[in-house]
């Protein structure tokens, strides 16, 4: 019986182990997306400002071809 609680034991704390580090990862992988979306937003934004009003965004642009 002792044998058997022991073994329990040593897989909670593996698990709770397990449970930090992923957690962990995943709270590092949030800052990344956070940063790489404050990012896009400043893309975003020197692109509108360096297109000239009026002119028609890439999508609607006709190739040169036609």
């Known amino acids: 019986m002792e044998e058997r609680i022991?073994?329990?034991e040593s897989?909670?704390?593996?698990?709770e182990d397990?449970?930090?580090?992923?957690?962990r990862t995943v709270y590092r992988q949030q800052q990344q997306i956070d940063l790489m979306q404050q990012h896009l937003r400043q893309l975003?934004?020197?692109m509108q400002a360096v297109q000239p009003p009026g002119r028609l965004s890439p999508e609607?642009?006709?190739?040169p071809h036609y």
Do not use: G, H, S
């Not at 609607?60 to 190739?63: A, G, I, L, N, T």
């Open 60 to 63: 609607d642009e006709v190739p």
């Open 6 to 8: 022991e073994r329990l």
């Open 18 to 23: 397990l449970l930090d580090e992923l957690n």
């Open 11 to 15: 897989k909670l704390m593996f698990a």
């Open 44 to 46: 975003a934004q020197q």
